[in-house]
T-cell receptor, first 113, second 115 residues
Framework: EAQVTQNPRYLITVTGKKLTVTCSQNMNHEYMSWYRQDPGLGLRQIYYSMNVEVTDKGDVPEGYKVSRKEKRNFPLILESPSPNQTSLYFC????????????FGPGTRLTVT | AQSVTQLGSHVSVSEGALVLLRCNYSSSVPPYLFWYVQYPNQGLQLLLKYTSAATLVKGINGFEAEFKKSETSFHLTKPSAHMSDAAEYFCAVRYPRGANSKLTFGKGITLSVRP
C-alpha cells in the first residue's frame, strides 16, 4: 500500500530535550516536506526537500532541522524544543512536478511542556 | 508572494443543501490550485486540483471547483451535502510553476453538516 508513515504519532516532552520525528514514504517520491498545523493558521511549511541531499527552508524553519540521506526518509529534528513548538506536524511527499498532489502522513501531535 | 484567502473559519449547512467554500488566490499568473480535505484525526487528502486544463474541475465525493481568472477565485462546491462531508477543507496554491515551487495553504474552513 502506498503511504507516508510518521513516528511517533503522539509525543509529550520537556523543554530542551532533543527529539526526532521520523517520516518515510514507499512511493519513490522525490519531493518531501514537513508542515505544522496550528488552529487558525492552517498548514505552514517548515522545510522541504527536492531530492536526496537537497533541502530548503519553508516559511517557519526556526528551531527545526532536517536531513535527506535516503530518498524514502525525511526526519524532522528539534534539537531544543520549546513550548511554542507544540503543534500537529505532518510529513508529505509527491513526485517532483509541482502539479502532482502531495500525499500526507497521519500526523504527529507534539506537546512540549 | 503567493497566498490564498479562505474567508471565514466555519460553515454550517443542512444535509442535502448546497456546499460553497470560497477560496481566492493572489498571483500575477494562474498558479496550480488545490483543495484538500482533512477528516477528524487524519492527514490531508486531495479533493481536486486545477493545472490549467478545464476550468471546471471535478473531484472526489461529488465536489467540484471552478477556476475564474477574472475573479482570482477557485471556490469549492457540492450540490447536496452529506453528513460524511463534515471535515476541514483547505485551499492551496503552488506558484511559480517550476520544480522549486512550494505549496501554500489557506487557513482552512471547518464544514459542519446538520441533520
Amino acid at each position: 500500500e502506498a503511504q507516508v508513515t510518521q513516528n511517533p504519532r503522539y509525543l509529550i516532552t520537556v523543554t530542551g530535550k532533543k527529539l526526532t520525528v521520523t517520516c518515510s514514504q514507499n512511493m519513490n517520491h522525490e519531493y518531501m516536506s514537513w508542515y505544522r498545523q496550528d488552529p487558525g493558521l492552517g498548514l505552514r511549511q517548515i522545510y522541504y526537500s527536492m531530492n536526496v541531499e537537497v533541502t530548503d527552508k519553508g516559511d517557519v524553519p526556526e528551531g527545526y532541522k532536517v536531513s535527506r540521506k535516503e530518498k524514502r526518509n525525511f526526519p524532522l529534528i528539534l534539537e531544543s524544543p520549546s513550548p511554542n513548538q507544540t503543534s500537529l506536524y505532518f510529513c508529505a511527499s509527491s513526485l517532483g512536478s509541482p502539479s502532482y498532489e502531495q500525499y500526507f502522513g497521519p500526523g504527529t501531535r507534539l506537546t512540549v511542556t | 508572494a503567493q497566498s490564498v484567502t479562505q474567508l471565514g473559519s466555519h460553515v454550517s449547512v443542512s444535509e442535502g443543501a448546497l456546499v460553497l467554500l470560497r477560496c481566492n488566490y493572489s498571483s500575477s499568473v494562474p498558479p496550480y490550485l488545490f483543495w484538500y480535505v482533512q477528516y477528524p484525526n487524519q492527514g490531508l487528502q486531495l479533493l481536486l486540483k486545477y493545472t490549467s486544463a478545464a476550468t471546471l474541475v471535478k473531484g472526489i465525493n461529488g465536489f467540484e471547483a471552478e477556476f475564474k481568472k477574472s475573479e482570482t477565485s477557485f471556490h469549492l462546491t457540492k450540490p447536496s451535502a452529506h453528513m460524511s462531508d463534515a471535515a476541514e477543507y483547505f485551499c492551496a496554491v503552488r506558484y511559480p510553476r517550476g520544480a522549486n515551487s512550494k505549496l501554500t495553504f489557506g487557513k482552512g474552513i471547518t464544514l459542519s453538516v446538520r441533520p
